[in-house]
């Protein structure tokens, strides 16, 4: 039979009745030895394979085959702190060395040319340069 409480009041005379009764059900509530092993249990239902994404400033995770996301954590609170700069780099080989002939040579622009000569002028050297390699095509 389960345990019943008594219900204590100010005045109330403890008897040894009452005392057994606690003691009774102290005793009725102590964890006695293993039984038996149980029945197996029914399968449960398939669980869920996350699917996880970014959306460039968040992790996101969805429980419901992507049809909705939920944000897990902003990327920005996974940032560390600034790392310390890394070491140069090892010097690139040496160009190819110009040569000047009297053909790619460009004449001076006389002081106080005008835009359309200075332009003309300019683009001659550039010209030159890309030919001889040393300037990159647009």
């Not at 002081?111 to 030919?131: M, P, Q, S, Y």
């Amino acid at each position: 039979m389960a345990y019943t409480p008594t219900d204590w009041k100010n005045g109330d005379i403890i008897t040894a009745d009452r005392l057994n009764k606690l003691e009774q059900g102290v005793s009725n509530e102590q964890i006695g030895p293993q039984g038996p092993k149980g029945d197996t249990g029914e399968a449960g239902k398939d669980g869920v394979t996350p699917q996880l994404q970014s959306n460039g400033t968040e992790i996101q995770v969805s429980t419901d085959n992507g049809g909705t996301f939920k944000t897990l954590v902003a990327l920005s609170t996974l940032t560390g702190p600034q790392g310390a700069a890394g070491a140069d780099g090892k010097d690139g080989k040496d160009g190819k060395d110009a040569t000047i002939t009297p053909a790619a040579a460009v004449a001076d622009v006389a002081e106080g040319a005008d835009a359309d000569a200075l332009r003309t002028t300019v683009n001659a050297l550039l010209a030159n340069l890309r030919a001889a390699g040393l300037l990159a095509s647009a």
